[in-house]
């Protein structure tokens, strides 16, 4: 199975900050990479796909970059309603697995 | 609007058997490959299964291999998961989710169902 590591864990921030979480891949995997946000008691929502490709409806606050193994997802100016748990996502090889997840909170 | 309504979950004693279901509507539930995706309370999200559209392949993580088995039924628009020999690290809210494009792109979730193992 491909390994994701994703970091931070966890980090706190103030609204409009620059915030990047990378995600780390055990293998080289191209683009197949997406990124998720979940609130607490929520389904997670599909941010980014394909590394780089924003996903309908998500603000371009949010952008996804990499490719190979390395990949990250910024918010360019944190908003209130952005502090939620990230995931990256490999779908390069079955089966596809998330990374441990960034936690985004309120400094 | 594509919706995904999930059913079936709840308290389990460990070595039970459990029947998940989802009910899709709004697209071609025959088209797109579904999938189940897991996450234990507290943790991180965990792909469980998935089956092609018109059910001829399935996949499933190696823990629950051998105990799950992901099926559908496509005029119902309805996916299952059956599960047995359950444990506590079944322990989970468990989502059907699927995607316009590819298999594992989720772009569309259920509500999530919270499955329960415990005596």
């Known amino acids: 199975d491909i390994q994701m590591t994703q970091y931070p864990s966890s980090l706190s921030a103030f609204a409009g900050d620059r915030v990047t979480i990378t995600c780390r891949t055990s293998q080289s995997i191209t683009n197949y990479v997406n990124w998720y946000q979940q609130k607490p008691g929520k389904a997670p929502k599909l941010l980014v796909y394909?590394?780089?490709n924003l996903q309908s409806g998500v603000p371009s606050r949010f952008s996804g970059s990499g490719s190979g193994t390395d990949f990250t997802l910024t918010i360019s100016s944190l908003q209130p309603e952005d502090f939620a748990t990230y995931y990256c996502q490999q779908t390069y090889s079955t089966p596809p697995t998330f990374g441990q997840g960034t936690k985004v909170e309120v400094k | 609007e594509v919706q995904l309504l999930e059913s079936g979950g709840g308290l389990v004693q460990p070595g039970g058997s459990l029947r998940l279901s989802c009910v899709a509507s709004g697209f071609t539930f025959s088209a797109y490959a579904m999938s189940w995706v897991r996450q234990a309370p507290g943790k991180g999200l965990e792909w469980v299964s998935v089956?092609?559209?018109?059910?001829?392949?399935?996949y499933y993580t190696d823990s629950v291999k051998g105990r799950f088995t992901i099926s559908r039924d496509n005029p119902k628009n309805t996916l299952y998961l059956q599960m047995s020999s359950l444990s506590a690290e079944d322990t989970a809210v468990y989502y059907c989710a699927t995607s316009g494009s590819g298999w594992y792109r989720f772009n569309y979730w259920g509500q999530g169902m919270l499955v329960t193992v415990s005596s």
């Open positions: 089956i092609r559209g018109d059910g001829t392949n399935t």
């Open positions: 394909a590394a780089s």
